[in-house]
C-alpha cells in the first residue's frame, strides 16, 4: 500500500517507484538518509548552490517523523516538491521550508539562517 500511495503522490508508477526504491536501497542499505548523505545528494543537483546553508532545513521539513533520517518515503516527497504541483503549491512548500519555527511568518533571523 506504501507502493499506491507513493505512486499516487507522485504521479510515476508503480514499477518507477519499486525501482527507484531498488537504487535508494543500493545507495542506503539501511533504508534511511542521513544529514550528511542528503547534503551530498543536494550538492549532486544544485551544484552551483551552498547547500549547507539549507541543508539542515530541508532535512527538517522532510525529516516528517523527525527520527534524524529520511527513509524511502520522505525521500520521495523531497524529490517530487520541486517537479510537482502547481506554482502555488510549490511556494507554499518552499514558504515552509524557511518559516523554521513553523509560525506562519518568515522573520529576518529566519531569512539570514537560509542565504547568509
Do not use: Y
Not at 41 to 46: E, Q, S, Y
Not at 73 to 86: D, K, R, Y
Request: hydrophobic content about 40%; some cysteine; glycine content about 6%.
Amino acid at each position: 500500500e506504501d507502493v499506491a500511495a507513493i505512486s499516487k503522490s507522485s504521479g510515476l508508477e508503480e514499477t518507477q517507484v519499486k525501482e527507484s526504491f531498488a537504487a535508494f536501497l543500493v545507495e542506503h542499505p539501511n533504508g534511511k538518509l542521513k544529514p550528511k548523505d542528503f547534503c551530498g545528494m543536494m550538492a549532486k543537483f544544485l551544484p552551483k548552490e551552498d547547500v549547507s546553508k539549507m541543508e539542515k532545513h530541508v532535512f527538517r521539513m522532510f525529516d516528517s517523523d523527525k527520527d534524524g533520517c529520511i527513509d524511502f518515503t520522505e525521500f520521495m516527497q523531497v524529490f517530487h516538491i520541486w517537479s510537482a504541483g502547481s506554482a502555488e503549491e510549490v511556494l507554499t512548500k518552499i514558504f515552509r521550508m524557511f518559516d523554521v519555527n513553523n509560525d506562519g511568518t518568515i522573520s529576518k533571523k529566519e531569512m539570514n539562517k537560509l542565504v547568509k
